[in-house]
Protein backbone atom coordinates (compact mmCIF):
# COMPACT_ATOMS: atom_id res chain seq x y z
CA UNK A 1 0.00 0.00 0.00
CA UNK A 2 1.48 3.50 -0.70
CA UNK A 3 2.44 5.74 2.09
CA UNK A 4 0.38 8.91 1.40
CA UNK A 5 -2.25 7.25 3.05
CA UNK A 6 -2.37 5.94 6.47
CA UNK A 7 -1.02 2.50 7.11
CA UNK A 8 -3.93 0.24 8.78
CA UNK A 9 -3.28 -2.85 10.56
CA UNK A 10 -5.14 -6.10 11.08
CA UNK A 11 -7.05 -7.21 14.56
CA UNK A 12 -4.63 -9.03 17.16
CA UNK A 13 -0.88 -7.12 15.29
CA UNK A 14 1.80 -8.18 17.32
CA UNK A 15 3.53 -4.78 17.84
CA UNK A 16 7.13 -4.71 18.89
CA UNK A 17 7.28 -2.23 21.76
CA UNK A 18 9.56 0.75 20.66
CA UNK A 19 12.09 1.48 23.40
CA UNK A 20 15.51 0.82 22.66
CA UNK A 21 16.01 -2.05 25.57
CA UNK A 22 12.81 -3.58 25.42
CA UNK A 23 12.34 -6.99 23.35
CA UNK A 24 9.05 -7.63 24.62
CA UNK A 25 6.52 -8.23 22.41
CA UNK A 26 2.51 -6.69 22.56
CA UNK A 27 -0.67 -7.40 21.33
CA UNK A 28 -3.39 -4.82 20.83
CA UNK A 29 -6.57 -7.11 20.93
CA UNK A 30 -10.52 -6.48 20.55
CA UNK A 31 -11.38 -8.74 23.41
CA UNK A 32 -13.25 -6.17 25.39
CA UNK A 33 -15.72 -4.56 22.91
CA UNK A 34 -16.53 -5.02 18.99
CA UNK A 35 -14.64 -6.20 15.91
CA UNK A 36 -11.87 -4.10 14.66
CA UNK A 37 -12.22 -2.54 11.21
CA UNK A 38 -8.92 -0.41 11.10
CA UNK A 39 -6.63 1.06 12.96
CA UNK A 40 -3.31 3.33 12.64
CA UNK A 41 -0.62 4.23 14.57
CA UNK A 42 0.25 7.34 15.64
CA UNK A 43 4.11 8.77 13.72
CA UNK A 44 5.96 8.64 16.92
CA UNK A 45 5.04 4.98 18.15
CA UNK A 46 3.22 6.18 21.08
CA UNK A 47 -0.51 5.49 20.55
CA UNK A 48 -2.68 2.97 18.56
CA UNK A 49 -5.51 4.67 17.49
CA UNK A 50 -8.56 1.77 16.33
CA UNK A 51 -11.88 1.92 14.63
CA UNK A 52 -14.31 -0.80 15.94
CA UNK A 53 -17.97 -1.69 15.32
CA UNK A 54 -21.06 -3.79 15.46
CA UNK A 55 -22.40 -2.39 12.34
CA UNK A 56 -24.68 -0.24 13.60
CA UNK A 57 -22.28 1.43 16.15
CA UNK A 58 -19.23 3.02 16.27
CA UNK A 59 -16.17 3.04 18.71
CA UNK A 60 -12.65 4.83 18.81
CA UNK A 61 -10.46 3.31 20.98
CA UNK A 62 -6.76 4.18 21.87
CA UNK A 63 -4.39 2.00 23.05
CA UNK A 64 -0.61 2.96 24.69
CA UNK A 65 1.39 1.01 22.14
CA UNK A 66 3.66 0.27 24.83
CA UNK A 67 2.06 -1.71 27.20
CA UNK A 68 -1.60 -2.43 25.69
CA UNK A 69 -3.41 -0.57 27.97
CA UNK A 70 -6.41 1.22 27.07
CA UNK A 71 -6.27 4.95 27.39
CA UNK A 72 -9.60 6.74 25.67
CA UNK A 73 -12.43 4.91 24.19
CA UNK A 74 -15.78 7.05 22.92
CA UNK A 75 -18.71 5.11 21.57
CA UNK A 76 -20.19 7.17 18.21
CA UNK A 77 -23.68 8.86 18.78
CA UNK A 78 -24.74 8.33 15.36
CA UNK A 79 -26.31 5.05 14.69
CA UNK A 80 -26.91 4.71 11.55
CA UNK A 81 -24.98 1.64 8.95
CA UNK A 82 -21.43 1.93 9.06
CA UNK A 83 -20.04 -0.41 6.75
CA UNK A 84 -16.33 -1.38 6.17
CA UNK A 85 -14.48 1.78 5.38
CA UNK A 86 -11.07 0.84 3.34
CA UNK A 87 -9.51 3.54 5.45
CA UNK A 88 -11.37 4.31 8.83
CA UNK A 89 -8.60 5.71 11.17
CA UNK A 90 -6.30 8.85 10.29
CA UNK A 91 -3.71 10.23 12.98
CA UNK A 92 -0.52 12.80 13.66
CA UNK A 93 1.04 12.42 16.72
CA UNK A 94 -1.71 15.37 18.23
CA UNK A 95 -4.59 13.92 16.41
CA UNK A 96 -7.08 11.52 15.07
CA UNK A 97 -10.05 10.96 13.18
CA UNK A 98 -12.07 7.89 13.31
CA UNK A 99 -15.03 7.48 10.79
CA UNK A 100 -17.90 5.50 10.85
CA UNK A 101 -21.68 7.03 9.89
CA UNK A 102 -19.94 9.91 11.90
CA UNK A 103 -16.75 11.48 12.09
CA UNK A 104 -14.81 11.31 15.37
CA UNK A 105 -12.14 14.09 16.16
CA UNK A 106 -9.43 13.02 18.86
CA UNK A 107 -7.32 14.71 20.99
CA UNK A 108 -4.26 12.82 22.01
CA UNK A 109 -2.43 15.22 24.14
CA UNK A 110 -1.59 14.13 27.66
CA UNK A 111 -5.55 13.14 28.20
CA UNK A 112 -7.05 12.21 24.93
CA UNK A 113 -10.35 13.72 24.77
CA UNK A 114 -13.17 13.47 22.29
CA UNK A 115 -12.90 17.23 19.97
CA UNK A 116 -15.89 16.84 17.90
CA UNK A 117 -18.43 14.82 16.28
CA UNK A 118 -20.05 14.75 12.78
CA UNK A 119 -22.47 12.58 11.48
CA UNK A 120 -21.28 11.96 7.82
CA UNK A 121 -23.77 9.25 6.28
CA UNK A 122 -23.62 5.50 5.86
CA UNK A 123 -20.93 3.30 4.31
CA UNK A 124 -18.08 6.12 4.48
CA UNK A 125 -15.17 5.57 2.45
CA UNK A 126 -11.97 6.83 3.40
CA UNK A 127 -9.77 9.55 4.85
CA UNK A 128 -7.06 11.58 4.39
CA UNK A 129 -4.51 13.90 6.25
CA UNK A 130 -2.82 16.81 4.77
CA UNK A 131 0.76 16.68 5.22
CA UNK A 132 0.57 19.54 7.10
CA UNK A 133 -1.65 18.04 10.19
CA UNK A 134 -4.16 20.94 10.08
CA UNK A 135 -7.01 19.40 8.11
CA UNK A 136 -8.66 16.28 7.10
CA UNK A 137 -10.47 15.02 4.04
CA UNK A 138 -13.24 12.88 4.39
CA UNK A 139 -15.18 10.68 1.68
CA UNK A 140 -17.94 10.54 3.72
CA UNK A 141 -21.35 8.19 3.06
CA UNK A 142 -24.28 8.53 0.69
CA UNK A 143 -27.76 9.36 2.69
CA UNK A 144 -28.93 12.57 3.45
CA UNK A 145 -26.10 13.44 5.78
CA UNK A 146 -23.19 11.64 3.33
CA UNK A 147 -20.74 13.49 1.37
CA UNK A 148 -17.31 15.31 1.31
CA UNK A 149 -16.09 16.99 3.94
CA UNK A 150 -13.37 18.96 4.93
CA UNK A 151 -12.47 19.06 8.78
CA UNK A 152 -10.31 21.60 10.94
CA UNK A 153 -7.98 19.27 13.33
CA UNK A 154 -7.32 22.14 15.78
CA UNK A 155 -10.89 22.15 16.60
CA UNK A 156 -12.45 19.46 15.07
CA UNK A 157 -14.34 22.02 13.26
CA UNK A 158 -16.12 21.80 9.88
CA UNK A 159 -14.66 24.18 7.33
CA UNK A 160 -16.18 22.61 4.19
CA UNK A 161 -18.80 20.03 2.67
CA UNK A 162 -20.05 18.90 -0.95
CA UNK A 163 -22.37 16.58 -1.69
CA UNK A 164 -20.32 14.22 -3.80
CA UNK A 165 -22.43 11.16 -4.27
CA UNK A 166 -26.36 11.39 -5.39
CA UNK A 167 -28.38 11.24 -1.90
CA UNK A 168 -30.00 9.09 -0.73
CA UNK A 169 -28.49 6.07 -2.97
CA UNK A 170 -25.54 3.62 -1.08
CA UNK A 171 -22.16 3.52 -2.25
CA UNK A 172 -21.49 -0.28 -1.46
CA UNK A 173 -19.11 -0.42 -4.46
CA UNK A 174 -15.60 -1.62 -3.64
CA UNK A 175 -13.25 1.18 -4.52
CA UNK A 176 -9.29 0.83 -2.14
CA UNK A 177 -8.60 4.73 -2.24
CA UNK A 178 -11.27 7.61 -2.51
CA UNK A 179 -9.24 9.95 -1.13
CA UNK A 180 -5.58 12.07 -1.29
CA UNK A 181 -4.71 15.27 -0.16
CA UNK A 182 -2.18 18.31 -0.18
CA UNK A 183 -1.40 20.98 2.07
CA UNK A 184 -3.26 22.73 -0.91
CA UNK A 185 -5.73 20.57 -2.11
CA UNK A 186 -8.23 17.23 -1.60
CA UNK A 187 -9.40 14.73 -4.25
CA UNK A 188 -12.23 12.78 -3.58
CA UNK A 189 -14.01 10.08 -5.67
CA UNK A 190 -17.78 8.95 -5.55
CA UNK A 191 -20.16 6.59 -7.64
CA UNK A 192 -22.46 7.81 -9.62
CA UNK A 193 -24.64 4.25 -9.49
CA UNK A 194 -26.52 2.42 -12.33
CA UNK A 195 -27.94 2.99 -14.95
CA UNK A 196 -25.23 5.88 -15.13
CA UNK A 197 -22.12 3.29 -13.49
CA UNK A 198 -19.31 6.50 -13.38
CA UNK A 199 -16.74 7.82 -11.58
CA UNK A 200 -17.09 11.53 -10.24
CA UNK A 201 -13.84 13.41 -9.56
CA UNK A 202 -14.66 16.54 -6.95
CA UNK A 203 -11.10 18.72 -5.68
CA UNK A 204 -11.01 20.90 -2.89
CA UNK A 205 -9.08 23.87 -2.50
CA UNK A 206 -7.90 23.57 0.63
CA UNK A 207 -6.36 27.25 0.68
CA UNK A 208 -8.13 29.60 -1.75
CA UNK A 209 -5.22 32.47 -2.55
CA UNK A 210 -7.78 35.02 -1.21
CA UNK A 211 -8.39 33.60 2.10
CA UNK A 212 -11.66 31.79 3.75
CA UNK A 213 -13.13 28.65 3.90
CA UNK A 214 -11.99 25.38 1.44
CA UNK A 215 -14.21 25.06 -1.59
CA UNK A 216 -14.44 23.21 -4.40
CA UNK A 217 -13.05 24.11 -7.69
CA UNK A 218 -13.39 21.31 -10.21
CA UNK A 219 -15.84 18.41 -10.58
CA UNK A 220 -16.18 16.24 -13.34
CA UNK A 221 -19.81 15.37 -14.38
CA UNK A 222 -21.64 14.07 -17.67
CA UNK A 223 -21.01 16.57 -19.95
CA UNK A 224 -18.52 19.07 -21.07
CA UNK A 225 -14.71 19.10 -21.16
CA UNK A 226 -14.52 17.34 -17.46
CA UNK A 227 -15.94 14.27 -18.42
CA UNK A 228 -16.92 11.56 -15.49
CA UNK A 229 -14.65 8.38 -15.38
CA UNK A 230 -16.40 4.90 -16.48
CA UNK A 231 -17.23 2.43 -14.52
CA UNK A 232 -17.02 2.51 -10.78
CA UNK A 233 -14.38 4.71 -9.08
CA UNK A 234 -11.24 2.13 -7.68
CA UNK A 235 -7.88 4.28 -6.81
CA UNK A 236 -6.04 7.27 -6.77
CA UNK A 237 -2.56 8.29 -6.44
CA UNK A 238 -0.75 11.39 -6.22
CA UNK A 239 1.92 12.47 -9.26
CA UNK A 240 5.46 13.31 -8.31
CA UNK A 241 5.20 16.53 -5.67
CA UNK A 242 1.21 15.96 -6.30
CA UNK A 243 0.96 18.50 -8.35
CA UNK A 244 -1.09 16.24 -10.43
CA UNK A 245 -3.50 13.21 -9.72
CA UNK A 246 -4.33 9.84 -11.64
CA UNK A 247 -7.64 8.50 -10.78
CA UNK A 248 -8.44 4.92 -12.18
CA UNK A 249 -11.92 3.95 -12.34
CA UNK A 250 -13.14 0.20 -13.56
CA UNK A 251 -12.66 0.78 -16.72
CA UNK A 252 -10.73 4.28 -17.76
CA UNK A 253 -7.90 6.47 -16.26
CA UNK A 254 -7.58 10.16 -15.92
CA UNK A 255 -4.92 12.64 -15.19
CA UNK A 256 -5.32 15.67 -13.11
CA UNK A 257 -4.06 18.76 -13.12
CA UNK A 258 -3.69 20.40 -9.37
CA UNK A 259 -3.47 23.85 -9.55
CA UNK A 260 -6.27 26.01 -7.71
CA UNK A 261 -9.20 27.54 -9.85
CA UNK A 262 -7.33 26.50 -13.04
CA UNK A 263 -7.23 22.64 -11.84
CA UNK A 264 -8.42 20.28 -15.07
CA UNK A 265 -8.67 16.99 -16.54
CA UNK A 266 -5.25 16.75 -18.27
CA UNK A 267 -6.42 13.63 -19.95
CA UNK A 268 -8.98 10.77 -19.80
CA UNK A 269 -8.34 7.35 -21.64
CA UNK A 270 -9.81 3.82 -21.76
CA UNK A 271 -7.51 0.49 -21.10
CA UNK A 272 -6.17 -0.76 -24.18
CA UNK A 273 -8.14 -3.28 -25.53
CA UNK A 274 -11.18 -2.22 -23.00
CA UNK A 275 -10.39 -5.22 -20.55
CA UNK A 276 -13.43 -5.76 -17.88
CA UNK A 277 -14.38 -4.64 -14.09
CA UNK A 278 -11.83 -5.67 -11.32
CA UNK A 279 -14.29 -8.40 -10.29
CA UNK A 280 -12.57 -7.92 -6.56
CA UNK A 281 -9.39 -8.86 -7.62
CA UNK A 282 -6.79 -6.03 -6.84
CA UNK A 283 -5.88 -4.19 -3.96
CA UNK A 284 -4.32 -0.99 -5.27
CA UNK A 285 -4.23 -0.63 -9.04
CA UNK A 286 -2.75 2.41 -9.61
CA UNK A 287 0.61 4.35 -8.88
CA UNK A 288 2.86 7.33 -10.40
CA UNK A 289 5.72 8.67 -10.77
CA UNK A 290 6.70 12.32 -11.64
CA UNK A 291 6.68 11.26 -15.21
CA UNK A 292 4.77 7.98 -15.35
CA UNK A 293 1.51 6.48 -14.57
CA UNK A 294 1.06 2.98 -14.42
CA UNK A 295 -1.73 0.90 -13.85
CA UNK A 296 -2.88 -3.01 -13.93
CA UNK A 297 -6.22 -4.52 -14.84
CA UNK A 298 -8.30 -7.60 -15.22
CA UNK A 299 -8.73 -8.96 -19.18
CA UNK A 300 -12.09 -10.43 -19.64
CA UNK A 301 -11.72 -11.26 -23.42
CA UNK A 302 -9.11 -12.92 -24.99
CA UNK A 303 -8.69 -15.44 -22.09
CA UNK A 304 -8.58 -14.40 -18.69
CA UNK A 305 -5.49 -12.71 -17.48
CA UNK A 306 -4.30 -9.23 -16.14
CA UNK A 307 -2.76 -6.41 -18.02
CA UNK A 308 -0.66 -3.34 -17.59
CA UNK A 309 -1.02 -0.19 -19.01
CA UNK A 310 1.60 2.46 -18.62
CA UNK A 311 1.14 6.62 -19.73
CA UNK A 312 3.29 9.29 -19.60
CA UNK A 313 2.02 12.71 -18.27
CA UNK A 314 1.12 13.73 -22.00
CA UNK A 315 -0.94 10.87 -22.30
CA UNK A 316 1.18 8.48 -24.65
CA UNK A 317 0.46 4.87 -23.58
CA UNK A 318 1.88 1.09 -23.71
CA UNK A 319 0.27 -2.45 -22.70
CA UNK A 320 1.50 -5.49 -21.37
CA UNK A 321 0.01 -8.72 -20.70
CA UNK A 322 0.88 -11.15 -17.89
CA UNK A 323 -0.96 -14.11 -16.90
CA UNK A 324 -3.41 -14.49 -13.55
CA UNK A 325 -5.80 -12.27 -12.11
CA UNK A 326 -4.49 -8.87 -11.56
CA UNK A 327 -3.56 -8.15 -7.53
CA UNK A 328 -1.29 -5.18 -6.49
CA UNK A 329 1.34 -3.40 -8.09
CA UNK A 330 4.48 -0.89 -6.75
CA UNK A 331 6.73 1.37 -8.04
CA UNK A 332 10.58 1.42 -6.91
CA UNK A 333 11.92 3.85 -4.91
CA UNK A 334 13.95 5.34 -7.86
CA UNK A 335 10.94 5.16 -10.55
CA UNK A 336 12.71 2.62 -13.22
CA UNK A 337 10.74 0.09 -12.35
CA UNK A 338 7.10 -1.57 -11.55
CA UNK A 339 6.76 -4.78 -10.19
CA UNK A 340 3.01 -6.10 -10.68
CA UNK A 341 2.03 -9.11 -9.03
CA UNK A 342 -1.39 -11.32 -9.92
CA UNK A 343 -2.49 -14.95 -9.19
CA UNK A 344 0.05 -16.30 -11.08
CA UNK A 345 2.94 -15.00 -10.65
CA UNK A 346 5.56 -11.32 -10.31
CA UNK A 347 6.30 -9.31 -13.44
CA UNK A 348 9.05 -6.50 -13.89
CA UNK A 349 8.39 -3.51 -16.20
CA UNK A 350 10.85 -1.03 -17.09
CA UNK A 351 9.50 2.08 -16.73
CA UNK A 352 12.40 4.57 -18.44
CA UNK A 353 13.41 3.19 -21.77
CA UNK A 354 9.73 2.26 -23.48
CA UNK A 355 9.68 0.68 -26.82
CA UNK A 356 8.99 2.60 -29.94
CA UNK A 357 5.99 0.22 -30.36
CA UNK A 358 2.89 0.12 -27.64
CA UNK A 359 3.36 -3.12 -26.50
CA UNK A 360 5.67 -4.12 -23.13
CA UNK A 361 7.67 -7.11 -22.66
CA UNK A 362 8.48 -7.86 -19.22
CA UNK A 363 12.28 -7.57 -18.10
CA UNK A 364 11.98 -10.82 -15.62
Do not use: C
Not at 44 to 66: C, F, I, K, P, Y
Not at 186 to 214: E, N
Amino acid sequence: MRSVRPTPFLPALALLALAPAAAAQVVLDNQETFPVDDAELTPDGRLAVLREHTGWQSQARVLDARTGALVFEYTANSTSINGAAQDAVAATNERAVVIGSSAMVLDLGAQPALLAEHPIGQFPRDLAITPDGTKVVIRGGSDFQGGLYVLDLASGAQLAFAPGLPAPVPAMSFDVDSVVATDRHGVLLSWVPPPADRAQVTVFDLQPPGGGAPAVVFETGPGGPALDQLGAPHDLTLVGDGGHVAVRSELSVALYRLDGTSTSQVWHKRLWGAPGPFGGSALDSIEATAERVATISRRSSGGPGAQLDVFDLAGNQWYGAMLGDPHDLEITPDGTRVLVRTSSGVYLFDLVNLPTTQQLTPLD
